[in-house]
């Protein structure tokens, strides 16, 4: 079997069980989402447990629900029987996770946490397993097989937990209208925070960098302006200093296949009128999304006045694009 056949197999049973657990969603993911939102909003938290790659697969859903404004901690059963379940606190949420359902360490912990006022919510594949019967909610991801040959390696059972886990999150998140400025703030560094929290004039290029020309001049003069902020566009602007337009290295490019006399010309026959803007207190990510829609490379900045003040250059976008 080449490497190839083997990992289109293993894709098709990952997304077969996926499937197979999507099915079989109802009205009990309702329940458990209440029960999570209830928590939160009374300043609770969720805490997840797992033993092995349940554990891991926790761990994971526990940093996706804590980065979602939804604090949440990955409990170990072992060491949660030798003091760490000081962690519990009465009307927190217990999210357990064990494909069998009768995992040991996870068993043995269930009376300890049943000592304090939480309720528990079960990813299993076994709802009438021991911990099933002991959930208050039962979440089935039960799959048709695991990707593994020999059927016996967590593969798509924990592909399966992991994506109801962000389905949780997912929902949760919109049942308590977490918003991408929430979002951000938890997220302040790297390309999130960025296109986040950054605003238009933070980015933008201004000052001797961010090329004006008034209407009435020639574009021999307006290219020397544009050569010296290295841009490939200048804002032209009427005579109260308001912007009238703009005129780009395309528009040279055009102009010159027609006319021979186009750089003696004056800016107002040949520049683009109506040229799209941005405010200099809007979010860069709002200007990148008017970078994606409008195929543009600068992105002119003006104030309350609609003078031009600065200059967005889709060149020194490419971290935020990213996001």
């Given at each position: 079997?080449?490497?190839?056949?083997?990992?289109?197999?293993?894709?098709?049973?990952?997304?077969?069980?996926?499937?197979?657990?999507?099915?079989?969603?109802?009205?009990?993911?309702?329940?458990?989402?209440?029960?999570?939102?209830?928590?939160?909003?009374?300043?609770?938290?969720?805490?997840?447990?797992?033993?092995?790659?349940?554990?891991?697969?926790?761990?994971?859903?526990?940093?996706?629900?804590?980065?979602?404004?939804?604090?949440?901690?990955?409990?170990?059963?072992?060491?949660?029987?030798?003091?760490?379940?000081?962690?519990?606190?009465?009307?927190?949420?217990?999210?357990?996770?064990?494909?069998?359902?009768?995992?040991?360490?996870?068993?043995?912990?269930?009376?300890?946490?049943?000592?304090?006022?939480?309720?528990?919510?079960?990813?299993?594949?076994?709802?009438?397993?021991?911990?099933?019967?002991?959930?208050?909610?039962?979440?089935?991801?039960?799959?048709?097989?695991?990707?593994?040959?020999?059927?016996?390696?967590?593969?798509?059972?924990?592909?399966?937990?992991?994506?109801?886990?962000?389905?949780?999150?997912?929902?949760?998140?919109?049942?308590?209208?977490?918003?991408?400025?929430?979002?951000?703030?938890?997220?302040?560094?790297?390309?999130?925070?960025?296109?986040?929290?950054?605003?238009?004039?933070?980015?933008?290029?201004?000052?001797?960098?961010?090329?004006?020309?008034?209407?009435?001049?020639?574009?021999?003069?307006?290219?020397?302006?544009?050569?010296?902020?290295?841009?490939?566009?200048?804002?032209?602007?009427?005579?109260?200093?308001?912007?009238?337009?703009?005129?780009?290295?395309?528009?040279?490019?055009?102009?010159?296949?027609?006319?021979?006399?186009?750089?003696?010309?004056?800016l107002a026959k040949v520049m683009t009128r109506r040229p799209t803007t941005i405010r200099e207190d809007a979010l860069a990510a709002y200007a990148i999304?008017?970078?994606?829609?409008?195929?543009?490379?600068?992105?002119?900045?003006?104030?309350?006045?609609?003078?031009?003040?600065?200059?967005?250059?889709?060149q020194d976008l490419p971290k935020l694009k990213a996001v």
């Amino acid at each position: 079997m080449s490497h190839l056949k083997r990992a289109r197999e293993v894709f098709d049973a990952e997304l077969a069980a996926v499937k197979a657990v999507r099915g079989r969603l109802n009205a009990t993911f309702d329940k458990a989402v209440a029960l999570i939102t209830y928590a939160l909003s009374n300043r609770n938290k969720l805490v997840v447990v797992g033993v092995g790659k349940s554990g891991n697969i926790g761990r994971k859903i526990a940093a996706t629900f804590t980065s979602t404004g939804a604090p949440a901690v990955l409990l170990d059963s072992v060491d949660a029987l030798h003091g760490d379940l000081g962690i519990l606190n009465d009307g927190d949420i217990v999210l357990a996770l064990s494909y069998s359902g009768e995992t040991d360490e996870l068993i043995d912990l269930l009376p300890a946490m049943k000592r304090f006022s939480v309720r528990v919510i079960a990813i299993t594949s076994a709802p009438k397993s021991t911990l099933g019967q002991h959930a208050d909610v039962v979440l089935n991801v039960k799959v048709p097989k695991e990707a593994c040959p020999f059927n016996m390696a967590p593969t798509a059972s924990t592909t399966a937990s992991l994506v109801m886990g962000d389905a949780l999150s997912m929902a949760v998140l919109d049942a308590r209208g977490f918003k991408k400025s929430d979002f951000a703030q938890r997220h302040p560094s790297g390309a999130i925070g960025r296109a986040l929290l950054l605003r238009v004039v933070d980015i933008m290029r201004s000052g001797s960098r961010n090329p004006i020309a008034h209407q009435t001049m020639p574009v021999r003069d307006a290219l020397i302006i544009m050569g010296e902020a290295k841009s490939g566009s200048v804002s032209v602007v009427n005579k109260n200093g308001k912007l009238a337009g703009v005129f780009t290295d395309g528009d040279l490019r055009r102009h010159l296949a027609k006319d021979d006399d186009v750089l003696d010309l004056p800016l107002a026959k040949v520049m683009t009128r109506r040229p799209t803007t941005i405010r200099e207190d809007a979010l860069a990510a709002y200007a990148i999304r008017i970078f994606n829609e409008r195929n543009i490379d600068d992105l002119i900045v003006v104030n309350a006045k609609r003078e031009p003040i600065g200059l967005v250059d889709s060149q020194d976008l490419p971290k935020l694009k990213a996001v």
